[in-house]
């Protein structure tokens, strides 16, 4: 009988080894999640207006297409990975919201005011483009994406201009994303 009861108070002091411990919960006590919700817009806006040397000097004897970077290029800024196009139109030429590329758009046209019916065709060309196809991917606030605009005169049309001091045009870029 003696050994049935240290049997029986062995098993008891093990199980209380094996049950574990719980410490008391602070009084008042209680957790809760809060759920938040974000959504980042998408804008773009013109941090610099591009612009060309004032005249352009066309050289009416040269047997190459002429070339005239920007004096100052067309800068945007996008929200980060935002994808957008520039369309290009022309006043005085046919080009109408032509997606602007770094082959260029043609049917460009500088004008004379004072002779209305001479006119010099050009190509308007954005070389910054990211793909070839006139897609442009914004970066972020502190980074400006550059259009790389530049205008090129085929070396036939150069030769055929007739020679006025008011040739001008006015070239919209519309950006869309």
């Not at 070339?67 to 980060?80: I, K, Q, W, Y």
């Not at 004072?114 to 910054?128: K, L």
């Not at 605009?149 to 001091?165: E, F, L, S, Y």
Request: charged content about 15%; some cysteine.
């Amino acid at each position: 009988m003696k050994k049935i009861i240290l049997l029986m108070a062995a098993l008891a002091a093990m199980s209380f080894a094996i049950n574990p411990v719980f410490a008391a919960s602070p009084a008042g006590f209680t957790s809760a999640e809060i759920k938040v919700n974000a959504q980042v817009g998408v804008s773009c806006r013109e941090i610099q207006k591009g612009s060309f040397p004032s005249p352009l000097l066309i050289d009416t004897q040269t047997a190459a297409e002429q070339t005239f970077p920007n004096s100052a290029d067309e800068l945007v800024r996008c929200t980060s990975g935002t994808v957008f196009t520039v369309k290009v139109s022309s006043t005085n030429g046919t080009a109408l919201d032509e997606t602007c590329t770094s082959g260029g758009v043609g049917d460009m046209a500088l004008q004379s005011s004072s002779w209305p019916s001479d006119v010099i065709s050009y190509t308007f060309t954005c070389g910054g483009d990211t793909d070839g196809n006139g897609r442009f991917t914004g970066a972020g606030y502190n980074t400006n994406k550059a259009l790389g605009i530049g205008i090129k005169i085929a070396a036939a049309d150069a030769q055929t201009a007739v020679a006025h001091n008011d040739y001008s045009d006015t070239v919209t870029l519309t950006i869309t994303y």
